[in-house]
């Protein structure tokens, strides 16, 4: 007779080297391709590797003892030097693909302008990426990780079973989300109870934008930031957590969107020497059309948001994992 075998308690130690081994592999996969500036997905996936990979170190922060190459701070600027390469990709994509196909010929041909303006920034950031990934921080970032993964060194709390801390780790993250004064853009208070202002003109948003988009950019910075961090813990919850990740990545796409269409304007404003209006029209029109039905799909989520019960709702589920032991 067969005797059944014990299924395995995780501990937050055994989440904590998965999820690091996880993305630091995803990181290394995609490095070669991205040195050879092969392909924009490559860079793409290693930017988002690492992002995720500075989640997993620092979010697992009270349960391992890693060497000082491998900090929030060194893996953030690498990131970052990724990420600046990777935001000139996007914005020449979205030029080309889903604005110059839409505007008259003179238009077009003044984007030839532009197109050789980004290629040249281009350059410049391509070879700051390739020097990155040569200098000694991220040799060390490497070695160090390489290392660790093969003898991992841990602090007390890891030896926890993950069920126990698991909603103390993610719920500071929820809240900070939930409490950041991007949901307050647009709104004013009625008797103590915050009122969305609705069926504004395309001018009001944009006049919005101008004074509180930076705002709404670092909201969505937090909705990335907890999305990372609760696709960590997937397999231990059930339906309503995934439909909130869900939500969470919707709010950080919509305002993305939104960001993006800015951030595209202020660069051809750079690029033309003066407001995108006089030399574009109509590329500025659709620009404002954009950021128009961006705002208009991320109202419904900013409402739903700033209810007392989807927030209760939110807590709630993340204070309740599966129970019983995970395989």
Same mark, same amino acid.
């Given at each position: 007779?067969?005797?059944?075998? &014990?299924?395995?308690?995780? +501990?937050?130690? $055994?989440?904590?080297? @998965?999820?690091?081994? !996880?993305?630091?592999?995803?990181?290394?996969?995609?490095? !070669?391709?991205?040195?050879?500036?092969? #392909?924009?997905? *490559?860079?793409?996936?290693?930017?988002? =590797?690492?992002?995720?990979?500075? +989640?997993?170190?620092?979010?697992? =922060?009270?349960?391992?003892?890693?060497?000082?190459?491998?900090?929030?701070?060194?893996?953030?600027?690498? *990131?970052?030097?990724?990420?600046?390469?990777?935001?000139?990709?996007?914005?020449?994509?979205?030029?080309?693909?889903?604005? !110059?196909?839409?505007?008259?010929?003179?238009?077009?041909?003044?984007? &030839?302008?532009?197109? /050789?303006?980004?290629?040249?920034?281009?350059? #410049?950031?391509?070879?700051?990426?390739?020097?990155?990934?040569? %200098?000694?921080?991220?040799?060390?970032?490497?070695?160090?990780? $390489?290392?660790?993964?093969?003898?991992? %060194?841990?602090?007390?709390? *890891?030896?926890?079973?993950?069920?126990?801390?698991?909603? $103390?780790?993610?719920?500071?993250?929820?809240?900070?989300?939930?409490?950041?004064?991007?949901?307050?853009?647009?709104? @004013?208070?009625?008797?103590?109870?915050?009122?969305?202002?609705?069926?504004?003109?395309?001018? !009001?948003?944009?006049?919005?934008?101008? +004074?509180?988009?930076?705002?709404?950019?670092?909201?969505?910075?937090?909705?990335?930031?907890?999305?990372?961090?609760?696709?960590?813990?997937?397999?231990?919850?059930?339906?309503?957590?995934?439909?909130?990740?869900?939500?969470?990545?919707?709010?950080?796409?919509?305002?993305? /969107?939104?960001?993006?269409?800015?951030?595209?304007?202020?660069?051809?404003?750079?690029?033309?020497?003066?407001?995108?209006?006089?030399?574009?029209? /109509?590329?500025?029109?659709?620009?404002?059309?954009?950021?128009?039905?961006?705002?208009?799909?991320?109202?419904?989520?900013?409402?739903?948001?700033?209810? /007392?019960?989807?927030?209760?709702?939110?807590?709630?589920?993340?204070?309740?994992?599966?129970? =019983?032991?995970?395989?």
């Amino acid at each position: 007779m067969k005797l059944a075998t &014990q299924p395995t308690v995780k +501990t937050l130690g $055994d989440y904590a080297y @998965q999820a690091i081994q !996880k993305h630091f592999k995803k990181t290394l996969k995609w490095e !070669k391709s991205v040195k050879k500036d092969e #392909d924009p997905e *490559a860079l793409h996936q290693m930017r988002v =590797g690492m992002r995720r990979l500075r +989640t997993a170190v620092t979010r697992f =922060g009270l349960a391992v003892d890693v060497s000082k190459p491998v900090s929030d701070k060194n893996i953030g600027k690498i *990131a970052r030097r990724l990420g600046s390469l990777r935001d000139l990709d996007v914005l020449k994509e979205s030029l080309e693909n889903n604005y !110059k196909p839409n505007l008259p010929r003179k238009e077009q041909e003044s984007l &030839q302008t532009a197109f /050789t303006a980004l290629a040249k920034q281009r350059e #410049d950031v391509l070879s700051s990426v390739q020097k990155t990934l040569k %200098n000694e921080s991220y040799k060390s970032l490497k070695d160090s990780l $390489d290392k660790w993964l093969e003898k991992p %060194n841990y602090q007390p709390f *890891a030896s926890f079973t993950i069920q126990q801390v698991l909603p $103390d780790l993610l719920l500071p993250e929820v809240s900070n989300f939930l409490l950041h004064p991007g949901w307050l853009v647009g709104t @004013q208070f009625v008797d103590s109870e915050v009122k969305i202002q609705k069926n504004w003109e395309p001018e !009001k948003i944009e006049q919005q934008l101008i +004074t509180e988009g930076k705002i709404l950019h670092s909201l969505r910075k937090e909705a990335k930031r907890v999305r990372y961090q609760m696709e960590l813990f997937t397999d231990l919850y059930g339906e309503s957590y995934a439909a909130y990740i869900t939500e969470v990545k919707t709010i950080q796409e919509i305002l993305g /969107t939104m960001q993006d269409s800015v951030v595209l304007a202020e660069c051809l404003a750079d690029i033309f020497k003066s407001e995108i209006q006089t030399q574009l029209p /109509t590329l500025a029109n659709l620009l404002t059309e954009n950021r128009y039905q961006s705002w208009r799909q991320w109202q419904p989520l900013q409402e739903r948001y700033l209810k /007392t019960e989807t927030k209760h709702s939110f807590h709630l589920t993340i204070l309740h994992p599966l129970s =019983g032991v995970i395989n």
